[in-house]
Structure formats: structure tokens, C-alpha cells
């Protein structure tokens, strides 16, 4: 198993605690020269806060507890794509790499719900510098929605 996937296999444990604390199925972590420095989970309907998204929580601890250089050496590794207002946060965060499990184009076919911009798309007409890699996983980071949300028609 891959470094990156051994981190989105964590990314997906973590959206699964979030279901079982009684939120949306989403988890992310920040890695730094190979060491997991953050983890968080979905608290969208725990804090009542539509934006306490993983994927956001995470660039701003970032941009408040990571130096330049340490920014400049991070990957985020997530569940699922971060949404446009995620990849935004990241952005300016500086963050180096994203590195996500199910794409938001596959999510939505699922909830219908998502914004249909992708993360990559997001970062280069912000004319920014952070690599998007993924999905990486996809049937594992389905899993926990389908779980949640229900199964696809036709399946995946």
C-alpha cells in the first residue's frame, strides 16, 4: 500500500468517526515531512456550522500553526474532493498537496448535493501552486457514503 493511500485510508476512518458522532461522512489530516501533525472530522451538524468541513478546519489550523516552509511541505490527505470553499482555504493557505479518496463529480451522482467544481479547477484560476492528486480509493471512500447516504443506482 501507498504512503497516500495509507493516509487516505486514515482520511476515510475518520469521515467514518464523524457518521458515528453524528455528522456527514468527511475526514481529513495534514501530513509534514511524513508525520501526521492534524486530524479532523465533519462537525457540520454537531456545531451547527455549515462550514466545519474537515478539509476547511484544517487550513486554517494551518495558516495559524505552521510556518511558511512547513505550508509549503504539507499534504492534505481527505476523503473525498474538497468542495470549492475547501480548495479555497487551502489555497491560501499555501498548502503544497491535496490528495483526496472519492471525487465530488462521483459524490454527487450519489447525493446530488455537491458542487461540481473540482478541486484541480479551483487552484488554477486562483493561479495557485498546490498539487491535486485523486481520487485514490474510490471504492473504500464510496463505502462510507453509500453507508451513509444510500447506495447508487447501477453501483459504481
Request: charged share 25%.
Amino acid at each position: 500500500m501507498s504512503v497516500d493511500t495509507e493516509h487516505v485510508t486514515r482520511s476515510i476512518e475518520l469521515a467514518e468517526e464523524a457518521v458515528e458522532a453524528g455528522n456527514t461522512p468527511f475526514g481529513a489530516l495534514l501530513v509534514v515531512d511524513g508525520e501526521v501533525v492534524q486530524e479532523a472530522r465533519n462537525t457540520t451538524r454537531t456545531d451547527d456550522d455549515i462550514t466545519a468541513h474537515p478539509e476547511l478546519r484544517l487550513a486554517r489550523w494551518a495558516a495559524r500553526e505552521l510556518d511558511a516552509d512547513d505550508r509549503a511541505a504539507c499534504t492534505m490527505y481527505a476523503s473525498t474532493e474538497p468542495c470549492p470553499m475547501c480548495t479555497t482555504a487551502i489555497y491560501y493557505a499555501g498548502l503544497d498537496r491535496v490528495v483526496f479518496g472519492v471525487a465530488g463529480e462521483t459524490l454527487s451522482e450519489l447525493t446530488g448535493g455537491v458542487a461540481k467544481i473540482p478541486a484541480s479547477e479551483v487552484i488554477r484560476r486562483c493561479d495557485g501552486e498546490t498539487t491535486v492528486d485523486g481520487p485514490v480509493a474510490t471504492e473504500a471512500a464510496m463505502a462510507v457514503h453509500e453507508s451513509f447516504y444510500g447506495e447508487r443506482d447501477g453501483g459504481a
